[in-house]
């Protein structure tokens, strides 16, 4: 896959952007705060419709505007070229369009665009809360399996729904006969859910093994295993047993939303126990492998975008990366163009960003 161009209008601090991209490398330097990591969230939106920083839309319109525009077009693996229309507005639910054709909703708009987004703090990933590597599973998992989308939604909502239940039984204990409904199908939906996270952290691991090996100069051997509160088959078993639980603490303690994913050298923990440098390369052989898995899914590869990464690793760990970039379209800001960055592999693309204002260099 490749991203051909992007146009934005009052979005972040650029006015208007057209930018031409290179089918290999791009590289965007600047100074910080000009907007080079806006060029890349207006990209990542394309991919998935929202902002890799959790951002709101209103907060990525323009200020003193009440409207902001992204565009791209893609060039897809059989030749036909996609465009992608998001259109932000305050205050209203945000419309998208592909091809000119408004979608009903956003999750629509998963599986055209397969990006991978590493940023310096994803090099924490390993070490920080559950909650983001649950993230990092879901992010990838929605962009390659359009059941598992819809299977997450539908098991958020009933999440959701749940625990407003669990809480309002305080107040109306005469409810609770209503929580084997929601408990059905909270069971139904994450039982699918825990089943396609172990399978793709199943083949994720010989991937991710066999990076890690090279990145630490082949002297750890890395494994990964999937981490339920629940195996599949005592979903509902353990659910029951945890309904006063649940009820005490107005939230359910039982399901995938509690999983996580263990990393292990010579079956040591490393999210506890591990350096900062082995928590590192593991993040960074876990971003890698993203772009294995993303090729064998889909038969296409992805657009790696780099959001200053490179100043965070140390020369082997930027070495490695780099040398891992061949054949893929990658986009990657900087804040300058050093003789490392020069004269380590070959730039296609500059493009330099002062102040919302984006230029070409030759």
Known sequence: ????????????????????????????????????????????????????????????????????????????????????????KKGRKKGIAINRVPIRTSSDLFGLVHLIFFSPEDLNIIKNAPKLRRRFIDLELCQLDRIYLSDLNRYNKILMQRGQLLKDLYYHPDLKGTLDVWDEQLVEYGTRIIERRMKFVEELSPVIKELH????????KLSVSYECSTEPRFFREKLFKAREKDERLGQTTIGPHRDDIRFSIDEVDIRKFGSQGQQRTCALSLKLSEIHLVQKSVEDTPVLLLDDVLSELDRARQNFLLDSLHQTQTIMTCTGLDDFVRNRFAVNKVFEVINGTVSEKT
């Open 213 to 220: 090996f090279h990145i630490s100069g082949e002297t750890e």
């Open 1 to 88: 896959m490749i991203l051909q161009s992007l146009d934005l209008q009052d979005f972040r601090n650029y006015t208007s952007l057209s930018v031409q991209f290179d089918r290999n490398t791009n590289i965007i330097f600047g100074q910080n705060a000009q907007g080079k990591t806006n060029i890349l969230e207006a990209i990542y939106m394309s991919g998935v419709s929202k902002s890799h920083k959790g951002s709101r839309d209103a907060e990525m319109i323009r200020f003193g505007c009440e409207e902001g525009h992204i565009k791209t077009r893609i060039l897809r693996n059989n030749d036909r070229t996609h465009t992608v229309d998001i259109h932000l």
